[in-house]
């Protein structure tokens, strides 16, 4: 097996009981599941995995763009919680960009934890005002309203690093996490969000590897 067990919500370890998974943290857990190395046979072993859930690439991808880092959560492929994938390119303007997207069901915290904000949904930021950004899974625009990652005013810097977006999609949360911060402006122009699981044979041909960002 190419993808090892962790917490949704944290990097402490995990281990398998009679009863499933538990985490020292958390106590019991559906677990995440991520690869050791970023490759296309593990993607493949993801997307059996996620079979309940889609995972959202960037579509089409950059030249220069590949996939680096992927995670899905659930001990059983047809009830699977949420699936993270991020994708890591140059851009003109910032350099080496990642970009990761969860989709999640509500109180999961995969999302809360990749963006590094406090509440474990996106909390009462959403919906108000007019949002951020929007994006297209298939035919359907998706409102994405901005999320702080600040844990209070007295913390100068802490959003300097990263964009973090949300809003809601079929029934789940959809996060967008930018790094860094300015790679905002990417989404200025109306992304399209593809799950992989129905990009096809042009799956073989992306580019898997490279760093894999922290979170």
């Known amino acids: ?8 919500r ?3 370890p995990v281990t398998q009981t009679a009863a499933g998974w538990a985490c020292l943290e958390h106590a019991d857990i559906e677990p995440l599941w991520r690869p050791a190395e970023v490759t296309y046979d593990a993607f493949a072993e993801h997307l059996n995995r996620s079979r309940a859930v889609p995972t959202y690439l960037p579509w089409p991808l950059s030249p220069g763009w590949g996939v680096t880092d992927f995670a899905v959560v659930g001990s059983d492929p047809e009830r699977t919680r949420a699936t993270m994938a991020c994708t890591s390119g140059p851009s003109a303007l910032d ?11 509500a109180g999961t915290g995969l999302g809360a934890r990749v963006a590094g904000t406090v ?18 899974l298939d035919t359907r625009v998706v409102p994405l ?11 100068a810097g802490r959003e300097q690093d990263r964009s973090v977006l949300a809003g809601e999609a079929h ?20 992304w399209i969000l593809r799950d992989a699981s129905r990009v ?6 992306l580019p898997f590897g490279g760093p ?4």
């Open 145 to 155: 309203w901005a999320v702080s990652t600040s844990p209070g005013p007295d913390v």
């Open 212 to 215: 894999a960002p922290a979170w």
């Open 200 to 205: 096809g044979p042009s799956l073989v041909w």
């Open 171 to 190: 029934g789940r949360w959809l996060w967008i996490v930018l790094r860094p911060a300015s790679a905002l402006l990417l989404l200025r122009e109306e």
């Open 95 to 105: 350099g080496p960009v990642d970009v990761l997207v969860v989709t999640e069901e």
């Open 119 to 136: 509440h474990q949904d996106p909390g009462p930021e959403i919906g108000a005002g007019t949002p951020a950004v929007r994006v297209r």
């Open 10 to 12: 944290c990097a402490a």
């Open 1 to 8: 097996m190419s993808l090892s067990a962790g917490c949704p």
